[in-house]
C-alpha cells in the first residue's frame, strides 16, 4: 500500500523533537494546534482514538452565547460567549449561521413568559445586535407559526437569535486539525500517550501507535492535555496535580425524520424544567438533550433516556403519529465536562457552566485544560499561544490569523469557476444545497481541486451513497488529505452520514463498497467487515 500522510506523521513524531506536543485532539486540542503552528510554533498533536471522537462529534451543533447561563447571573461568562459566537459568525460565515429559536413557555413555569422575553432582549443587548432582535410571541402566535406545538397548556413564548454548525461538529473540528497540518503541524490519530518523565529539562512521552502496537516517544519542551473528559485520567499518568477537576453531566440527542420543516429550533423545557430542542438536520430532526450527572466519561444511551426524550417530545407536539422508539434512525451520546475547583460538587446544568479553565504548571512546562465548549474555541487558542510563550517558548508570528474561511476574493473565484463549468446542474435531487456552495464550506481553498477532478471524469461528482451528500471526488480527497483509520472516522465524523441515514441502509448501499475501496484499498474487505459487525475481532 501507499505511503500515507498519517503513516508520514507518525514516523516523523519520534524523529524530530518539539516545542509543543498536545495530547487529545477534540475541540480544544484542534484549536491549540492550529493557534500555536499558525503562529509558527514546532507542534505535535495525538489522539488515542480519532479526531474528534468524544465529546466534540456529539454536542448540539449549535455556537450559541449561552443564554441559559443568565439564570445563574453569570453574565461576564454570557458576554464572553457572545463575543465568540460573534467572532465566529465573521470568521467562519459558510459554517456558523444564524437561526432562530422559538421558544414556549408552559402554564407554572418558574418564570412568566415576559420576564423570559426581557431576559432574551438583554441576551440580545450582550450580543452587541449582532443577530435578529429577539420578539414576545403569544399562545396564539406559537399556533399560528408553528402548528407542530401543543399550545394547549402554553401561556407564550418568545423568538431569538443564536447560530448553529450547517455541517456537524466533528468536521468543524477536523478543519482546525487540518488547518494546523497546512501550518506544519505533525498530527496523528490513534496514537496513544503511555507514560511521560521529565528528563533534562524536557518532556519525554512514551508513544503507542494504536493499530500496529509500536511503541516510541516523542520529546517536547511542554506539553498541552486537551483530553477532554480524561484530561483527569491523563493528569494521572503525567504526574500532574490541579486544583481543577472534572464533573459530568450526560447529554443524549436522539435523531428521526423531520417533525417540522420550519427553520428554526423549537426549544421547550421538559417536564422536569431542563431546556430540551428540536434542532432542524437537513431532512431529520435532532432530539435533546438529557443532564444527568454520571461518574465516567464513557456514557451510552440507555432506554430510560430514548423514553424521556420520545416522550416529552410527544407531549409538547401535535403529531400525527407519536414517536417510538422504532423513530430512532441515529443517536449520540456523551459527556459535558464540566470544570470544578476542589474535590466534590453536583453537575447541575444552572450552576456549573460550560466555561473552560487553563490550569498551568509553570514549572514543569504543563498546561491543562478543563471544560469548555465549541462557541469558545477560538478564546482557548489564543490563551493557549499566550501562556506558552509566557513559558518561554518562541511564538514567531504572534500576530498571524489562524483561524476562519479564506477571504472573499478567494471564495469569489472558486464561485465563478463552478458557475462556468455549471457544477450545481450536477446537484443530486436528494441534497440540501448546491454543490458549490457545500464544496466551500466543507473544503474553502482545497475545493478547487475538486473542481479540476469533475473537469477530469464528471462522473466523479455522483454520489455513492443515496442521500448521503458526499461525492466520489470528495471521499477521494478524505483519503488522501483526512487521515482515515477506520470507516467509522469516515462515516460518523469527517462526514454526517450516519447520523442522517439508518443504519440498515448503509450497509445496503451499492456504492458503499466502491467508498471503501477508495479509502482503504486493499484493506477495504477487512475495514467494511469491521464496521458491519463492530463486535467481531
Request: aromatic letters at 10%.
Amino acid at each position: 500500500m501507499p505511503v500515507t500522510l498519517r503513516d508520514n506523521n507518525v514516523k516523523k513524531l519520534a524523529e524530530q523533537p518539539f516545542d509543543v506536543l498536545i495530547v487529545g485532539g477534540g475541540v480544544n486540542g484542534a484549536v491549540s494546534a492550529a493557534s500555536l503552528a499558525g503562529r509558527g510554533v514546532r507542534v505535535a498533536l495525538i489522539d488515542r482514538g480519532d479526531f474528534g471522537g468524544g465529546v466534540s462529534s456529539n454536542s448540539s451543533n449549535l455556537a450559541w452565547g449561552g443564554i441559559k447561563y443568565l439564570e445563574s447571573l453569570e453574565f461576564f461568562l454570557v458576554n464572553k460567549l457572545c463575543k465568540s459566537r460573534n467572532r465566529l459568525m465573521r470568521a467562519y460565515p459558510s459554517t456558523v449561521k444564524e437561526i432562530r429559536f422559538l421558544t414556549t413557555i408552559q402554564r407554572g413555569f418558574r418564570f412568566p413568559p415576559f420576564f423570559i422575553y426581557l431576559g432574551s432582549v438583554l441576551y440580545w443587548l450582550m450580543g452587541r445586535f449582532a443577530t435578529r432582535a429577539p420578539r414576545y410571541i403569544s399562545a396564539r402566535g406559537i399556533r399560528a407559526a408553528e402548528p407542530v406545538i401543543d399550545t394547549s397548556k402554553a401561556t407564550g413564548g418568545l423568538e431569538y437569535s443564536d447560530c448553529y454548525l450547517y455541517d456537524n461538529d466533528a468536521r468543524f473540528v477536523f478543519n482546525f486539525i487540518r488547518k494546523s497540518l497546512n501550518f506544519g503541524c505533525i498530527a496523528a490519530n490513534y496514537v496513544e500517550s503511555v507514560s511521560s518523565r521529565r528528563e533534562e529539562g524536557q518532556w519525554v512521552t512514551r508513544a503507542r501507535e494504536m493499530t500496529t502496537g509500536a511503541q516510541f516517544e516523542i520529546r517536547s519542551k511542554l506539553v498541552i492535555n486537551a483530553c477532554g473528559p480524561w484530561v483527569d485520567a491523563q493528569n494521572r499518568i503525567e504526574a500532574q496535580q490541579t486544583q481543577y477537576h472534572h464533573l459530568f453531566s450526560k447529554g443524549v440527542h436522539l435523531i428521526v425524520d423531520q417533525i417540522t420543516d420550519s427553520p428554526r429550533v423549537l426549544t421547550f423545557f421538559a417536564s422536569d424544567g431542563r431546556m430540551f430542542f428540536l434542532i432542524p438536520m437537513g431532512p431529520k430532526t435532532c432530539i435533546g438533550t438529557t443532564d444527568t450527572q454520571v461518574y465516567s466519561p464513557d456514557v451510552e444511551v440507555t432506554d430510560e433516556d430514548r423514553d424521556f426524550l420520545l416522550e416529552n417530545t410527544n407531549v409538547l407536539l401535535n403529531l400525527d403519529q407519536p414517536l417510538t422508539r422504532a423513530s430512532i434512525i441515529a443517536e449520540r451520546a456523551s459527556v459535558r465536562p464540566l470544570a470544578i475547583k476542589g474535590e466534590s460538587g453536583e453537575a447541575d446544568w444552572v450552576q456549573l457552566s460550560r466555561k473552560h479553565v487553563i490550569e498551568v504548571d509553570e514549572a514543569h512546562r504543563h498546561l491543562s485544560i478543563f471544560g469548555g465548549k465549541l462557541t469558545d474555541c477560538l478564546n482557548v487558542g489564543d490563551e493557549v499561544a499566550a501562556w506558552v510563550e509566557r513559558l518561554g517558548v518562541a511564538v514567531p508570528q504572534a500576530g498571524n490569523r489562524w483561524y476562519g474561511e479564506p477571504g472573499a476574493e478567494l471564495r469569489d473565484e472558486f464561485m465563478l469557476q463552478a458557475k462556468l463549468m455549471d457544477l450545481d446542474a450536477l446537484t443530486d435531487p436528494s441534497s440540501s444545497e448546491p454543490l458549490s456552495e457545500r464544496f466551500w464550506r466543507r473544503y474553502a481553498e482545497s475545493a478547487f481541486g475538486l473542481l479540476e477532478r469533475i473537469r477530469e471524469d464528471e462522473s466523479s461528482a455522483a454520489l455513492l451513497i443515496e442521500n448521503a451528500e458526499y461525492t466520489r471526488c470528495e471521499i477521494e480527497l478524505a483519503a488522501r488529505r483526512e487521515m482515515i483509520v477506520t470507516l467509522e472516522d469516515f462515516m460518523r465524523r469527517r462526514s454526517k452520514i450516519e447520523q442522517v441515514v439508518r443504519r440498515e441502509d448503509i450497509a445496503g448501499a451499492p456504492g458503499l463498497h466502491e467508498a471503501c475501496d477508495i479509502l482503504f484499498g486493499q484493506q477495504s474487505a477487512v475495514r467494511l467487515h469491521e464496521y458491519l459487525n463492530p463486535g467481531s475481532k
